[in-house]
Structure formats: structure tokens, C-alpha cells
């Protein structure tokens, strides 16, 4: 039964799959990325790129803003996780949090564009206190603070399974043996948590790279990343070539990330 | 393992059912001719009554289809595979369809209504012959300005933007022909503007406007400038209409040093299928009659003279969406600049959203 052609047959359908919508896709990108309009080979895309001093700054600012977006939905969601961990009602803790993930994306866009505006909600209660309108739309803040929201769902989960695998008794001999709290956190808690931690970041940091829509909704484009680049170069000026560029890099950029934080937990490993 | 069969079969059927209900309402209104015609033009852009009434007279069954970009039609067409017997591009992008060899001719004198279009709209630098485009609706782009925090009155040119006043409260349209258009008309340069220099010296005004704009925006404007989320927004007439009609405290201004100019055109593309029908439709939509209650339903201006005359006076004596001569005669159409220009504008445009702030 177990024979060799059914499990070629088997994977048929999956490796079809990878072929189509992911190995040719990144071929033709990268295709682009290494011609000019007129299908000649040449890295003057590539040249443009780092010799130009808004596509640097807009990486810049890409990197920035993603570092800035993981690092803040990190310290508010590994406290949150470690608590779920010791609560009665998990399932249903879980639940709440999972919930806003079930939304679009673009309807929480405008469900903050009617909380943040300056007759929106938050506004209208600080109007209570005689507080006038705060430009809080179209603010790097609002930007930051709603990619946060939207992101902490993605960070709480793997922190929250990787804490809950930890075994109870390594945390109580710890104690025991005379650990402080933050020794157990440093040297037990925290390397054993990290995978969850890792692939929260990579769920995070990657896709935080190119966000576009917010830096529109929310940002006013007041806030630009690559995304709004490639959007520009495809579907404005269709310089698909230098848009494809970009996005090579892009992608370059998040192998990076993705090799950087997968090295780190050998290291950790060694270590203990 | 059960369930999930009875959970594969409800959502199968439920499918089924919306399936035919979709068929059901989407039948032709005439059946007994096959042929059909079909229509690409933006969202909201045809009184849809029209279509009723065109297919009640011809019998053609006309399949609409909509776009949001002239960027999006033109790539949607020119990667065929595509059967518009009509398509709806701004002027610019009827020039780069035509240097593309993506759209047929067409004769004006088999159109008997095209005597009803205006002088001044018809036979533009676009197309001079009217050879491959007829005038659909034509707007400016101006400046939309709320009067509770703006007296009346008190913009007329463009250079009133960059007043301290407006500290954080304007928004712009996210267009970079326009927004770097109206930078370089502010310096007395022409919105065609080839020469890198001058388009250097309009960003470094545009800079300048950085601290006044709160955001750069598309759609969503109309909404903002509704719940007056800003004082002034910088966008073409057509939106300007449809948020005057949800808040009576804004107001509309074309500068009087110059502006835009556009016009939306019915065009032919070379994959029609029906091109009878694709006459008889624009020359149904030329109609007077027609023409008027097509610009009452869109709220843009007519370039057709004789539909004008039928307007009611609340409309066609409004000098905001039909300018009077001595601002009309300062107006400026878009030309085609060629790729290289038309990504310099760009680049120009996205290094002021991120620098001007």
C-alpha cells in the first residue's frame, strides 16, 4: 500500500502547488528585478536602489518601524502569556484573544479611523474634560499603536504554547534550589520560552517589513515603508522592474531576519 | 468523520443556493437577443437607469464592469484576454493607450449627437481629431475648504495653502500629477512640466506645504472632509460634489492661476466584439436627454452643450463645477509625459511624503 509511487502520487498536488504559487512567482520577481523595460540584463535597479537616498531611507524607516512594532507587542505579550498560563478559563481567555484575528483587517482599519479621529470616541471622552480635539489620527503613534494591536494576538499564542510545554516541577526546583524570581526568569523561563518567542517574532517582524495598508489608513502616509514603494511602482509609474527590485530585497531582508533569529536558539542551547 | 461530511454538505448547498440566486438576478433584462455589450468604466460612474433604458431601445444586453485606476484598465487591457467593447479612460491615459496600439478608431460623423458636445471640449491636445475618444464628463482639480474653519473668501489661489493658518489641517489627494501639478502651477510653471530643474524647485515648495498637511489620502478624503476631520482638501471636482452633498459647509475653489483641466473619454478598445453596439451606445449616451440625466445621477460636468441647456439652474449656474470662461481659459489638460518624466514625478512625489512632514 505504502509503495513508492502512492506517495509520489500524494505529493503531486503539493508539489504542483509549490511550483506554481511559489517557486515561479519568485523567479518571475527576481526576473524583473535583473532586467530593464526592454528585457536587457542589467543590475542598474539594484544600483538605483543603494545609490538612492529615499530608498535607503524608506528601508530606514521599514526596519524601523517593524523593530519598533515587535519589540513594543513583545513586552506587553510575554507578561500576558505567562499569566494566561496560570489562570483558570484558558480555553475561554484564548478565545477572546484569538476573536479579533476573525475580523478583516481592513474593517479594524476603520473601526480605529472611527475611534482616533478627531470626533471619534477617544476625543469625544477627552472632550468631557474639557480636553480639545487631540490630533491623534494620522500620527506615528496611531500607526504604531494599531499595527501593535493587530500583531499582539500573533505574539501571545506561540509565547503562550511554548510556556504552557514547560514543565511546572523545572520552575518549582528552581525555586527550590534558591533561584531569585529573575534568575528563574533569566536562566529557566526565558530560554525555554524562546521558541515561542522566535517564531512570534518572525510572525511579527516579517510581515511588520511591508505593511502598506496602515501606513495609508492609519499613517496617512505620513508613515512610508517599502510597501508603499512597490504599490507605487507597480500600480502607479508600472515600473514593474524597479518595483520587483524592491521586492527582492525585501524578501532578501527577511531571510536575514528569519537565518538571525533561527541561529540564536543553537547558541542558547549551547549555553545551557 | 460524519460530521464533517454533513458540515461539507451545508456548506456545499449553501453555495449552491446563493449560486442560483446570483444567476437568477443577474438575468438579462431583454433575452431575446444574445448580443451583448460590454461596458469598463469606474465605480458609480452611469446613472444605472441608463442601461435599463438602453437595452429596453436596442435590445443589446450591456455587462458593466468597473475599475478604480486608469493604471488598473490600462493593465487589465493590455494584457488581453479581455472583450470591452467600451472603456473609460482620462485623457492622459487615452494617449499612452493609443501609442500602445490598444484602441480603435473612431468616426465621429457615424455618431449623429456629436454636434451636441462643446467647442471648448472637444478636438483637445489629447486627440485632436477626436479619432479615437469622445468627451464623457470633464472636472478640475481644486481646492474643497470647510467654512466653519475657513472665512469664505478667503482662498483663492493656490499660495493660500501655505499659510500658517492651516498648521495639520489639509489633506491632499494621493495623485502625484496633481499634487506636484499644482506645485508647479503655484511657481508659474506649466502642470506638463519636463524640465527636472523646475520639478526640483516645485518639490522643494512642496516641502514647505509639509508642515500644513495632515494626510495624504485617496477615497477616504470625502469621508474626512464629511465629518470635518480637516479644513481644506486639495481633489478633483467630482468628489468635491459628492461631499458638498453630504455637508452643506463645504465649498469649492478652482485657483485662478490655472489648474487641471480632465475629461473622462469613451474609448474603443482594439479587442471589442460589438462594435455596432459600441456606437450605438455612445451615440445613445450624446443623446441630450440622456446625456443631462447622466450628469445629474454623477454630479460631474457634461462637456455636451445641449444636455447643459437642460440641467436645472441650480446646477449649471454654479460656477464652482462650471467655471465661467476666465478661469476655464487657465486651465491645463495633462499630456503623456513618457515613463522616464512620469516616474520622476512619482519619486519626486513619494521623497515629499517622506521628507515633508
Known amino acids: 500500500m505504502n509503495s513508492k509511487k502512492t506517495k509520489v502520487l500524494f505529493m503531486i498536488p503539493y508539489l504542483l502547488w509549490i511550483i506554481l504559487f511559489v517557486i515561479l512567482p519568485i523567479l518571475l520577481i527576481l526576473w524583473y528585478s535583473i532586467t530593464d523595460s526592454s528585457q536587457h540584463l542589467t543590475l542598474v535597479n539594484f544600483e538605483e536602489f543603494f545609490t538612492n537616498g529615499t530608498f535607503l531611507r524608506m528601508m530606514l524607516n521599514s526596519f524601523w518601524y517593524a523593530f519598533l512594532i515587535t519589540l513594543v507587542t513583545l513586552i506587553i505579550s510575554y507578561p500576558a502569556a505567562y499569566y494566561l498560563t496560570r489562570m483558570k478559563n484558558q480555553q475561554l481567555w484564548l478565545l477572546l484573544i484569538i476573536l479579533p484575528t476573525w475580523i478583516n483587517l481592513l474593517l479594524k482599519a476603520y473601526a480605529f479611523i472611527g475611534l482616533l479621529s478627531n470626533s471619534g470616541l477617544v476625543n469625544q471622552f477627552l472632550g468631557l474634560f474639557g480636553i480639545s480635539p487631540v490630533n491623534i489620527l494620522f500620527t506615528d503613534f496611531a500607526f504604531m499603536f494599531v499595527a501593535t494591536y493587530i500583531e499582539i494576538p500573533f505574539m501571545i499564542l506561540p509565547i503562550y504554547n511554548a510556556i504552557k510545554e514547560i514543565n511546572p516541577v523545572i520552575i518549582q526546583a528552581s525555586e527550590d534550589l534558591g533561584a531569585s524570581k529573575w534568575q528563574t526568569f533569566k536562566y529557566v523561563l526565558w530560554p525555554l520560552s524562546w521558541p515561542g518567542v522566535e517564531s512570534g517574532i518572525q510572525a511579527i517582524f516579517i510581515p511588520s517589513l511591508s505593511l502598506f495598508m496602515l501606513t495609508r489608513l492609519i499613517g496617512g502616509n505620513r508613515v512610508i515603508t517599502l510597501g508603499t514603494a512597490i504599490e507605487e511602482y507597480f500600480m502607479t509609474t508600472m515600473n514593474w522592474n524597479m518595483g520587483a527590485t524592491i521586492g527582492v530585497i525585501l524578501i532578501i531582508l527577511m531571510v536575514a531576519v528569519m537565518i538571525l533569529t533561527g541561529s540564536k536558539i543553537k547558541r542558547k542551547k549551547v549555553e545551557l | ?357
Open chain 2, 1 to 357: 468523520m460524519k460530521k464533517i461530511l454533513y458540515a461539507v454538505a451545508a456548506i456545499l448547498l449553501v453555495c449552491l443556493g446563493l449560486g442560483y440566486e446570483v444567476s437568477r438576478l443577474e438575468q438579462p433584462a431583454v433575452k431575446a437577443k444574445k448580443q451583448s455589450l460590454i461596458i469598463y468604466n469606474w465605480g458609480d460612474y452611469l446613472d444605472p437607469a441608463l442601461i435599463k433604458k438602453f437595452e429596453h431601445q436596442t435590445g443589446y444586453h450591456i455587462i458593466y464592469e468597473t475599475f478604480d485606476s486608469n493604471e488598473a484598465m490600462y493593465t487589465k487591457i493590455k494584457q488581453g484576454g479581455t472583450a470591452y467593447d467600451i472603456a473609460v479612460p482620462s485623457e492622459y491615459m487615452v494617449t499612452k493607450m493609443e501609442k500602445a496600439h490598444l484602441l480603435d478608431k473612431i468616426d465621429p460623423n457615424k455618431l449623429s449627437n456629436f454636434k451636441y458636445l462643446g467647442n471648448s471640449f472637444i478636438h483637445q491636445s489629447f486627440d485632436k481629431k477626436n479619432e479615437f475618444s469622445i468627451p464623457y464628463f470633464w472636472g478640475t482639480l481644486g481646492i474643497i475648504y470647510n467654512d466653519k474653519f475657513v472665512r469664505p473668501g478667503s482662498i483663492t489661489k493656490w499660495d493660500d495653502l501655505w499659510s500658517k493658518k492651516y498648521r495639520n489641517n489639509i489633506l491632499l489627494v494621493d495623485s502625484a500629477r496633481d499634487i506636484m501639478g499644482f506645485a508647479l502651477v503655484s511657481l508659474g510653471y506649466s502642470m506638463n512640466t519636463t524640465n527636472l530643474l523646475k520639478l526640483r524647485l516645485a518639490l522643494t515648495k512642496l516641502n514647505g506645504l509639509g508642515s500644513n498637511v495632515k494626510a495624504v489620502i485617496a477615497d477616504e478624503m470625502k469621508m474626512y472632509m464629511v465629518q470635518n476631520e480637516a479644513a481644506i482638501g486639495v481633489s478633483w471636482s467630482g468628489e468635491a460634489a459628492d461631499m458638498m452633498a453630504n455637508n452643506s459647509h463645504l465649498h469649492y475653489v478652482v485657483p485662478k492661476e490655472g489648474s487641471n483641466l480632465w475629461f473622462d473619454n469613451f474609448v474603443i478598445p482594439r479587442t471589442a466584439k460589438n462594435k455596432k453596439a459600441a456606437y450605438a451606445f455612445i451615440n445613445f449616451m450624446l443623446d441630450p436627454k440622456n446625456a443631462a440625466q447622466n450628469a445629474e445621477y454623477v454630479g460631474y460636468a457634461t462637456p455636451n452643450e445641449a444636455a447643459m441647456k437642460l440641467l436645472p439652474k441650480s446646477i449649471k449656474n454654479d460656477k464652482q463645477f462650471y467655471p465661467d470662461p476666465s478661469t476655464l481659459k487657465n486651465l491645463q489638460v495633462y499630456r503623456d509625459l513618457g515613463p522616464k518624466v512620469t516616474q520622476a514625478y512619482n519619486d519626486l512625489f513619494l521623497e515629499f511624503k517622506m521628507y515633508g512632514r
